[in-house]
């Protein structure tokens, strides 16, 4: 999964976005891989949905701007056509049934697959006759979802598309991304917090902190380039000193530490001098790393606020 084009499907300059002068969204530079699923992260109101509204032009930047396939999608059909966003708090017309909601997007998508469609929704059980209005919130990502896929758009986003999902039909989700994503290869940027259970999906990933990038990286360069310690607090303090330290972590006399860097076999002596266990970190613990902030807990604190500085 690590092999792919890096022409930018999508381009945004000095992005800011703000609300009654709060920063929503702040000079955010960012080249999105086209042909790449990457996944958009970051704790609630990093700007996740507000990066997502701009460029699909649901929303107007305060400054900075937004081009697709170079072209700035406010008020470009052709552009806008292209762009599939499957928000987590979709509107429907009051009297649309599941048959309405397909037909409208039967019309509005040019790479609509009716095939597709009416798979998945047998696969996702979704009711025929109920009005959208009266669907329970699980059963709405479902629609999202079909919607989403059956697209075929060049470019899709899905945001938190999972909200409701029983644990079935969010492998169902996943399983059929991948399967779609790679018989018809395009760019979809989904926005989670479940990354853990999503982390396959992902080739690259963008986090964002309080309106900002704070690194946008391939997720296995990402993985490669950290890992974490464990052990006593003292050891640990001692070994990362000095480190390029994301976060730490201590509980009683126990602590752990996520360290930027790649080992050497210097570094596993002195580990294994210190008695520290020496493991890869997750995606998850990644991004938590990067999401700790000075209003965390006293006992996970940043050590070095420096580190998050990895924006590209
Ligand atoms: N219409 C609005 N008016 C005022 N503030 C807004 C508006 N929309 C978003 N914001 C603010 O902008 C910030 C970013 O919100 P956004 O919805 O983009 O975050 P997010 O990363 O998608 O969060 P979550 O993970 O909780 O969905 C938040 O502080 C939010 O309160």
Redesign the pocket.
């Known amino acids: 999964m690590t092999t792919h084009s890096a022409t930018a499907a999508i381009e945004t300059r000095g992005l800011t976005r703000r ?2 002068g ?1 920063a ?1 969204l702040e000079d955010v530079t960012l080249d999105i891989h086209e042909n790449v699923i990457t996944g958009l992260l ?10 997502m509204s701009l460029i699909t032009a649901q929303d107007r930047p305060s400054s900075g701007t937004v081009r697709v396939n170079g072209h700035a999608p406010f008020e470009r059909a052709e552009t806008i056509e292209q762009m599939c966003f499957v928000r987590d708090n979709q509107r429907y017309p009051d009297d649309y049934t599941l048959k309405h909601a397909i037909r409208a997007a039967a019309i509005f998508y040019p790479n609509w697959s009716q095939q597709t469609a009416d798979r998945l929704v047998e696969l996702f059980r979704i009711p025929a006759k109920p009005v959208i209005k009266k669907f329970s919130r699980g059963q709405l990502s479902s629609l999202g979802i079909v919607l989403g896929l059956a697209s075929r758009s060049p470019i899709t986003f899905f ?2 598309p999972y909200l409701g999902l029983d644990a079935t039909a969010r492998h169902i989700f996943y399983d059929e991304l991948l399967q779609d994503y790679s018989a018809h290869p395009r760019t979809v940027i989904l ?1 989670t ?1 479940l990354i853990d259970e999503m982390d396959r999906l992902l080739e690259r990933v963008v986090i ?1 902190d309080r ?1 900002r990038v704070v690194r946008h990286a391939d997720v296995e360069e990402l993985r490669g380039g950290a890992y974490q310690v464990a052990g006593r607090s003292s050891a640990v303090d001692e070994f990362v000193r000095g480190r390029d330290t994301l976060s730490t972590r201590a509980i009683g006399g126990l602590g752990t530490a996520v360290v930027q860097g790649v080992l050497d076999d210097e570094d596993r002596r002195r580990a294994s001098h210190l008695a520290l266990e020496i493991s890869p970190v997750s995606l998850q613990d990644l991004v938590a790393a990067y999401g700790l902030g000075e209003t965390e807990h006293a006992e996970h604190t940043t050590s070095d606020p420096t580190a998050l500085t990895g924006a590209r």
């Open positions: 609300y009654r709060t929503a970051g704790r609630n109101g990093a700007g996740k949905t507000t990066l945001d938190e926005s917090h964002l309106g």
